[in-house]
């Protein structure tokens, strides 16, 4: 194409505000609505290829397509396949646009536009005479494609030995990244170049984790936040992971080429297909500005719409539980020291010596649920209440947990009539011990006894190597083991809070009984040695881009020695700690600290007993990776909003300018704040509580200490009166569910 016909074209492009498909040569050009973001793709010699640009800076250089292919007897061509990498010509393209706008059940928002254009590709390849089709969706602040596969004469079967998806970058970027690994997400991010990553691999895993599976010194995983030298924030994810690997990404350190790497199964197979078939969405996130990463809906709107067709059982929950005790070691989840090894058969438990230490009895739990009624929390979790923990670990053992089966001092029954007749639900706890076997062949059982008890959420987990042996948490086969869990469990009206599972890609919108995830560092980790002051608000521009997490804040007594044996401290202030429920958003929020210490701070544990989990809308106001971000929130149903600030180790000064306010309402502003001499090291409870009255358009500063934060409530009255009615301790009890089932579309 010369020069002039190109700037003809580009010229003819911009009139038409739609971004619509120019057609020569085999090149394609599209547009975002709002024309910031710009799509190239193109065939090279055979081999299909892209680049996108963000308000005429390149953030994705000329990037290649394709997918290796294993040579195997299982795939339609046996030992005689070929890649789908080469051999491409252009049979046909179609234009779309979209725009929509859908409401979550639950989310930061209480409705989401849904705005792209679309160009769908399809390729067929000569030799073979295969169709793949290459879909992509331009967003004003991104794009998403995919690989798609019709069911065809000469594609049934195919077998995945590496998707080779380029992501080129323009420069040598920072980066806040984690180590590409096939079984844990539990590592401390680092900030570097991407010229660095290979010299701070090593020093950058965590070897002590119970999985380790790196594969790469310049491996990272996803979702991988950049930012460039002349201010573009980048992110690369994927988005609806269904039915596939996990992708990781492998760098090219000399020529700064990402290229996709996805999670091996126990066969050393990345992806057994079966057409028609789809890949998950590829995307990158680009702006000039480090908060529209965090607004973005980008990974949500690349998902389906939500497929459970009554939603009214599903709702956002603030909880507490006998966990942190047992996290720094004042407590355990086994029950006695008598049984060097269990067998679910034949150990007998009745007459077992308690240990005295067994967190998880009759008594301590009543505690719990008294707290949670006092409070206004919804649920309590209890972990360790089943039969097994007393060698659950480390053993690669298969039949560990029956899940049923209470131990001695657990009163199942009686603690289920007790929590109802306070008002609060019990929340179940299934922990796996990466046996997914057993888990999938108890699933059914365990779900019915949740029925019948009245559980309407459980929190799973996946510690250590998975079994079936030899397999990695994020295969396949194990998103497939996921999602399984995520269907039975919407068929029987319970919510999953997944821990050790795969990270999120937005799979919450589809199925949103999936009401959070682990899926990295949380806090259990500053009862280990501490996450850096940093850790927090890195973290959701990276792992919290897919979905929640539930990273379980509210630890107001941050030095443990004050109560435990153990010598470690929160690296946060107290006040950093309020400031989580609103700067970490998820809708399932743990009240996590131990009763008696709340009860120490009871002024600002207030402002946990009153800020709520579920929004109608959220408003950034400043952000920078791994430095601040402060965010705005108004809650669902009223018109009170609340405002948490959260730094690094360097502290930060903010200037909030409350322009989102309603003209028509004053506001009772009560400010949670680091005290002048707060430091999360070395005075870490200091903390001030002022209130004043405030309105639209007024200005507050407010410092943060290094490791702090700030948190604010601002409660709405319409001519000095209550805005929004507000009954203390009054809750709807959700019916008890007897093993009803949800359809699913």
Known sequence: MNRIKLLTLTWLFSITSMAQVMVDEGTKMLYSPNESVFLWFSIDGGRPCYSVSYKQQPVVKKSYLGLELAKDKHASKGLEETDLMEGFQLVDTKKST??????????????????????????????????????????????????????????????????????????????????????????????????????????????????????????????????????????????????????HLNLDDKTMTFESWLTPDATGLKGFMQTPCQTPWRTVMVSDDARDMLSSNLILNLNEPCKIEDTSWIHPTKY?????????????????????????????????????????????????????????LDQVLVEGWNIGWEDWFGHWKENVFDFVTPYPDFDLWGLTAYAEEKGVRLMMHHETSSSVANYERRLERAFNLMNRYGYNAVKTGYVGDIIPRGDHHYSQSMNRHYMHVIKEAARHRIMVNGHETVRPTGLCRTYPNLIGNESARGTEYEAFGGNRPDHTVILPFTRLQGGPMDYTPGILETQLNTWSDNKNQVNTTLVGQLALYVTMYSPLQMV?????????????????????????????????????????????????????????????????????????????????????????????????????????????NLKMAPGGGFAISLEARWKGKEGVERVEGKRIESERIESERVPIR
């Not at 725009?99 to 030799?127: C, F, M, S």
């Not at 719990?368 to 206004?376: D, L």
């Not at 309402?665 to 430091?679: E, L, N, Q, S």
């Open 98 to 247: 979209f725009d929509e706008t859908w409401q979550p059940v639950w989310g930061e928002t209480h409705e989401i536009r849904n705005h792209y254009n679309e160009l769908a590709v399809t390729l067929k390849q000569r030799e073979t005479n295969r169709i793949m089709i290459l879909r992509f969706r331009v967003y004003d602040d991104g794009v998403g494609f995919r690989y798609e596969f019709p069911q065809q004469p000469d594609l049934n079967y195919f077998i995945i030995k590496e998707e080779r998806t380029q992501f080129a970058m323009a420069g040598d970027h920072t980066a806040w990244w984690l180590p590409g690994d096939y079984d844990t997400q539990e590592q401390e991010t680092q900030e570097s170049k991407l010229s660095e990553i290979r010299s701070r691999f090593h020093d950058a895993v965590n070897w002590s984790n119970s999985s380790v599976s790196v594969f790469s010194e310049t491996g990272v995983q996803t979702s991988l936040q950049m930012k460039s030298a002349d201010g573009l924030y980048i992110n690369i994810h994927e988005a609806a992971c269904v039915d596939y690997a996990t992708m």
């Open 592 to 700: 996590a600290d131990l009763p008696e210490n709340y009860a120490k701070y009871a002024d600002a544990f207030q402002f946990i007993r009153d800020v709520p989990v579920d929004w109608y809308e959220s408003i950034y106001l400043e952000a920078e990776p791994a430095r601040y971000i402060t965010v705005a929130r108004n809650e669902k149903g009223g018109n009170d909003w609340f405002i948490g600030g959260k730094c690094n180790e360097d502290g930060h000064a903010s200037r909030i300018k409350l322009d989102f306010l309603d003209d028509d309402y004053i506001y009772t502003c009560t400010i949670y704040a680091d005290g002048k001499k707060a430091h999360y090291k070395t005075n870490p409870k200091a903390y001030t509580i002022k209130k004043k009255k405030v309105k639209r358009g007024d200005v507050l």
């Open 320 to 376: 507490c539980g006998v966990w942190w005790e047992m996290i720094v070691g004042k407590s355990t989840w086994s029950y006695t020291d008598d049984f060097p090894s269990v067998d679910l058969d034949h150990t007998d438990y009745r007459h077992a010596k308690p240990n005295g230490r067994h967190g998880a009895n009759t008594e301590n739990v009543k505690r719990y649920i008294v707290f949670a009624t006092e409070n206004g």
